[in-house]
């Protein structure tokens, strides 16, 4: 039973952060061009969000290069490039010294949709 509990609690929360992504997606959308960027930690690693008004060839490759700097190891990841980016991640640190915050991995992010032709 403590199992099915727990469960449901997990799929609650998700539910919960599933909600507030969307409503920031929603802000973002009316807001001017600037991207959208939510980083998450988890128990271990970061849940990593990312919206763009725009798509750009090639924007995935210089967000997941940030990813790369910092050591990052991209464990599951979903993108979508069709007239606007979107991109929900979870990353795993490399080493297990704890030594990324959540605010790095968010302006390494940001920095890199900065620099990105």
């Given at each position: 039973m ?5 469960a449901s609690?997990?799929i ?7 909600a507030r992504?969307n409503?920031e997606?929603?802000?973002?959308e ?8 939510s980083?998450?930690?988890l128990e271990?690693g970061f849940l ?7 798509s750009s ?5 210089s967000?997941?290069e ?5 050591g ?12 606007t980016?979107r991109?929900?991640a979870?990353g795993?640190?490399a080493?297990?010294?704890g030594?990324?915050?959540a ?5 390494a992010?940001?920095?890199a949709i900065?620099n990105?032709p």
């Amino acid at each position: 039973m403590s199992i099915i509990a727990d469960a449901s609690t997990y799929i609650k929360d998700l539910k919960q952060k599933i909600a507030r992504l969307n409503q920031e997606i929603a802000s973002a959308e009316d807001a001017d061009n600037s991207p959208l960027v939510s980083v998450e930690a988890l128990e271990t690693g970061f849940l990593i969000n990312v919206f763009v008004d725009n798509s750009s060839p090639g924007l995935l490759a210089s967000i997941l290069e940030a990813f790369d700097h910092l050591g990052l190891t991209v464990l599951e990841a979903r993108a979508s490039c069709t007239g606007t980016f979107r991109l929900e991640a979870v990353g795993g640190e490399a080493d297990d010294e704890g030594l990324i915050n959540a605010y790095a991995v968010e302006q390494a992010v940001l920095q890199a949709i900065r620099n990105y032709p």
